[in-house]
């Protein structure tokens, strides 16, 4: 008995030292989001939100870990201290930040209205009453329920919203233009287009949040961001992961 | 009277168990008091909840009945074939049976949805009925099989001595008393199925827990979001299994002194 | 009686429950009106034998002829032939689901299209001869055996049958209700019936049947009249049953 606990304080005095050096943080993903942040043929967790995040975290001294997580309740996990942050394309709203901090924007998003090839639909406005889909509380999904007369349809992963699109469940996707882009030119570039680029009242930006009031990681990530913004490596990664 | 066991536990309460039925009436009274009280107590959270989600009850209800009476005929028809001296209808049963069983029903959900788009073009809904009475007609038929099974071989002797040829004694003899038996087996799976019905939220079928989810998503407020729809489903159950409960009483009468 | 052709006519009948032989090379014929009882010890064969003449058994070699309709005859439709064969069981068999009126329509009505109309006041007769037609109205789990047991002779003759199968009707009945159920039969049997019954009632054997059909071993030992049968019996196996029994 004394030997394990021995073992055990060994263990954690091993481990203690590099945990004590660099500070960690642990980002919740819904790594369904191509090519921002998706899961490739390797089970890695890549794309240009992590890829972002790993840069500012060497500039800024951190470490970073990511935490799949599905999007329906990955706020309610951050809220209830599961994981320290999330990176996984968050837009800041003012509604999500009464409940929690951001970082600074890392990245300027527009919603896209994605429908089959051979539909004419190029405004919200043609949708009147057809069936929109989008992922359960995203902006997209929020851009539908706001438009006058289309019927909203959440989905738990933009995928699976694209592909009742394709079959001719719903009528219309809505969401992020990078996201938009990765399905309708690459994946179903066959069936799919992005007919139009929604138009809203405000610019929509990208950030990383944290638990409100959690100044320690969040000075961290803004300084690793503001690093990687200045010293163009956002610029390469935009190269990298979205084309031009 | 045989008793059939199949099913996922006793969700009918029992008329001759006093203590259950106490049970019973403590919890409904209990959610019904929740259910008014809380959007009372906080409007904001508690009374929005309740006032996004009763299109999704509707959605509930009709992937649940329309589901359950598909799964009947699948059940029937399959309880049939299990008995069935014909090889061919025999084996056709007893494979279905056997797929069905061994597939969780959220794969088979997702499976029979998206096989399903790929194929023809039918709403969402429907293919959501499709996918539950598929896999619960597998179910439904061991029910059918065990509580035709469970009818005394008599009768089917007395029926075929008489002249009646097998279809007319499994019609006129066997499968109305056979209801008898079957009923309070295939009441539990009718609130299975009600249960079950939450995951077809997955396939973006806009029942009780996607309102409550699309809700939450836009609220954060997640704990009053899920007690209410923990309630909902409660208040709904619990009024099946009474109703239940009075059918199975109901159907008792030819067996009472 | 014997210048008319037998309504039943069994012959060389052989049945095999798997390996064991239930029926051996059995030959029997029973005529119009004719009352024949089967006795034997349980498991001779002899509640197989009957139940083979209305193929609730079938059989592996002969053939058995009901009034002209070879049962073997694939052409033969043996739903039609049934019908016109009451059967009463030892354990009733009523139909737990429908009333005692109930009981004796289902079948006139589905089966020879009778009127309901007709079918219930056939069924009020019978249930008037039976001596039950105050129970109309109930199910079966409300009546005692001896009165359930009178209800299934009753259903039977609903359906006007030429001849009647009694497999040991008496013997699920507590003793004080054997008589009732006996009485029924005994007055069917003077209405001039034909009955096959498989009984241990010795009684009743020797006061209505014409010819006494004593089985062991799946064989038939012993075909006779009752009085020679009871007072001046031949086989040794016979004699054996009869000390036991008596």
Known sequence: ?244 | MKKIDIGDGAAIPSPDDKQLLSAWWIAFVGTIALLIALPIYDPDTYGAVLAFIPDGIQVTFEVTILSIALALIIGLITGLGRISENRIFNLLASLYVEVVRGIPLLVQLFYIYFALGRIVQVPDIVAAVIAMSFCYGAYMGEVFRAGIMSIDFGQSEAALAQGFNKAQTMRYVILPQAWRTILPPVGNEFIALLKDTSLVSILAVADILRRGREYAASSFDYFETYTIIALVYLLITLILSKLLAHMEQRLNYYEKR | MKNVDPIIAIHNVTKYYDRFRALNNVSLDIFPGEKVVVLGPSGSGKSTLLRTINQLETIDSGTIIVDEHNLGDPGEDIHKIRMNMGMVFQSFNLYRHKTVLENLTLAPIKLRKMHPDEAKSLAMVLLEKVGISDKAASYPAMLSGGQQQRVAIARALAMEPKIMLFDEPTSALDPEMIGEVLEVMVKLAQEGMTMIVVTHEMGFAREVADKIIFMDGGEIIESETPERFFENPSQERTIKFLEQIL
């Open chain 1, 1 to 244: 008995m004394v030997k394990k606990i021995l073992l055990l304080l060994l263990l954690l005095v091993a481990m203690v030292p590099s945990a004590y050096a660099q500070r960690t943080i642990l980002f919740a993903t819904d790594a369904t989001w191509p090519p921002m942040e998706f899961v490739d043929n390797n089970k890695q967790v890549v794309g240009y939100s992590i890829d972002f995040l790993k840069a500012a975290a060497k500039e800024a001294g951190f470490k970073v870990e990511f935490k799949n997580t599905a999007w329906d309740g990955i706020f309610s996990g951050l809220l209830t201290g599961k994981y320290d942050a999330i990176c996984s394309s968050v837009s800041i709203t003012k509604k999500r930040q009464k409940k929690m901090d951001f970082s600074e924007p890392y990245f300027e998003v527009r919603q896209a209205l994605v429908v089959a090839k051979d539909s004419n639909y190029t405004r919200l406005v043609d949708l009147k009453g057809k069936k929109v889909g989008a992922q359960i509380g995203t902006t997209g999904y929020f851009t539908i329920k706001k438009a006058d007369g289309a019927i909203a349809k959440s989905y738990d992963e933009v995928g699976l919203a694209m592909e009742d699109l394709k079959v001719g469940r719903i009528d219309a996707v809505i969401c992020d233009d990078p996201v938009a882009a990765n399905f309708a030119m690459i994946k179903y570039h066959n069936d799919l287009k992005i007919s139009a680029i929604v138009k809203t009242d405000k610019t929509e930006y990208y950030g990383f949040p944290v638990v409100k009031g959690n100044h320690e990681v969040l000075d961290l990530i803004n300084k690793g961001i503001v690093a990687v913004k200045t010293k163009g490596i956002a610029k390469k990664l935009k190269e990298k992961w979205i084309g031009k």
